[in-house]
């Protein structure tokens, strides 16, 4: 079992790009969690996704990020026209349901130059 | 919103020593759960408490849930080199996802 697998693990973007981030969730695991750590900071809750269901996406900003989970394939993450404020660790993080305890991925750090 | 408190923030410790950081719910919580993060790394699951009152011991770590469900207290005996890193503890309440506190950095000196 390979674990919460993501990919890139560094993603450097310029100002005004897009960020596509991908996890690929524990086999058997169905429920998908992001997480964005600043450095020296804790992890803030983004959104938590089912297979083709997002069903909290509380802790996401409304404009320019946007979170999937298809049917088929990973969950991405999407930044839109990133801004050098986007720069963190992102951590997606997988269950086999939300009373059990999380998987995290190595994560994607992400750099806005 | 629920929050998740922790303290210390940092702790710095003697190789050898004992110590215990806690964690406060503003929410009374079904479950609560210990994490890992090692410099550079991954937070990494350690525990998960669901009983009032509720106590578990992984060797060196001992792991207590309050009576009321909204605190949550990790001991350290006899801390070693390796025991360094952030631990977080995240509380499951209400809501569906586990809300993480800022965690507890603990560097040890040799």
């Known amino acids: 079992n390979a674990g919460v697998m993501q990919n890139p693990r560094h993603l450097v973007r310029r100002r005004g790009q897009e960020a596509r981030l991908r996890c690929s969730p524990m086999?058997?695991?169905?429920?998908v969690y992001w997480y964005r750590q600043l450095p020296e900071e804790g992890l803030k809750f983004m959104v938590y996704l089912q297979k083709e269901n997002i069903i909290d996406e509380s802790g996401m900003p409304k404009e320019r990020f946007s979170a999937e989970f298809p049917k088929e394939g990973p969950s991405i993450l999407r930044i839109q026209q990133v801004v050098r404020g986007d720069s963190a660790a992102y951590f997606c993080?997988?269950?086999?349901?939300?009373?059990?305890?999380?998987?995290f991925g190595s994560g994607t750090r992400l750099t806005v130059v | 919103g629920q929050q998740v408190m922790q303290i210390p923030q940092y702790q710095h410790v003697q190789e050898g020593e004992d110590f215990t950081t806690y964690c406060n719910s503003s929410t009374t919580l079904s479950n609560i759960q210990w994490y890992k993060q090692r410099p550079g790394g991954h937070p990494v699951f350690l525990i998960q408490l669901v009983k009032s009152g509720e106590v578990k011991k992984q060797k060196r770590l001992t792991f207590q849930f309050g009576e009321a469900k909204k605190n949550s207290s990790l001991h350290i005996t006899a801390t070693q080199t390796t025991d360094v890193g952030t631990y977080f503890c995240?509380?499951?309440?209400?809501?569906?996802?586990?809300?993480f506190g800022k965690g507890m950095k603990l560097t040890v000196n040799p």
């Open positions: 086999k058997g695991h169905s429920h």
């Open positions: 995240a509380g499951l309440s209400g809501s569906e996802k586990l809300v």
């Open positions: 993080a997988s269950s086999p349901s939300q009373s059990y305890g999380y998987t």
